[in-house]
């Protein structure tokens, strides 16, 4: 019993630190009401909704709990069992380093460790400047070419700290043109 008040006075402390955003809170409701009478609903539910939103926001364990009947204990355990959630959105850019036993051989524990070093983030979190998120995957079924890593939706294959430093540089050049094509005055931007 103290374990699932531990665990509800956390969903509780994030959930007062962010809140969620009103159209969020209807996409959710829909994915609930579409899914909620389904057997075995809670994974499709928390997958739709990490696919609509970016990740699960706390806020709304008490809504999936109350929707399929269980307690907002068992739909965080899931949440956190499964490394694939997010509790908290995403940087612009998610950096998946593969961490099977094959990457590891040719040298991604040094690279994971150089990642972590030159993005000032653990596991799990997200650069200062919200661009890029590190998170582990076990297998890109890139063996051969290992170590490997998933920037976006792009594979990258013998991956080196160098090659990740050019990657990291890309990705935040990319950001940086982005940002001031969206800044100039539409009747600058065709120029």
């Known amino acids: 019993m103290q374990k699932i008040a531990y665990l509800e006075d956390v969903a509780t402390t994030k959930a007062a630190a962010r809140t969620t955003a009103p159209d ?3 996409r959710i409701a829909a994915i609930l ?4 009478h389904q057997p ?4 499709p539910i928390l997958h739709d909704i990490q696919d609509a939103l970016g990740f699960v ?4 364990v008490p ?18 069992f499964y490394h694939h959630f997010r509790d ?13 036993e094959a990457c590891q051989a040719v040298g991604a524990d040094a690279l994971a460790e150089h990642a972590q ?24 079924g890139q063996c051969a070419v290992g170590p490997a890593l998933m920037a976006g939706t792009e594979l990258h294959g013998c991956v080196t700290p ?19 094509a969206a800044a100039m005055p539409d009747d600058e931007v065709g120029r």
């Open 88 to 100: 908290q959105p995403a940087g612009r850019h998610v950096l998946q380093l593969c961490r099977a």
């Open 24 to 26: 969020a809170t209807e």
């Open 117 to 140: 070093r030159e993005l000032g983030c653990g596991w799990h979190q997200t650069t200062a400047d919200g661009a890029i998120t590190l998170e582990p995957v076990y297998c890109l």
């Open 162 to 180: 160098a090659r990740l430093d050019a990657l990291l540089t890309a990705l935040r050049q990319r950001d940086a043109r982005q940002e001031s």
């Open 63 to 80: 809504s999936i709990a109350g929707a399929l009947n269980l307690s907002r204990a068992e739909v965080h355990g899931v949440i956190s």
């Open 57 to 60: 926001p706390s806020d709304a």
């Open 33 to 36: 009401r579409a899914r909620q």
């Open 40 to 43: 075995g609903a809670l994974l």
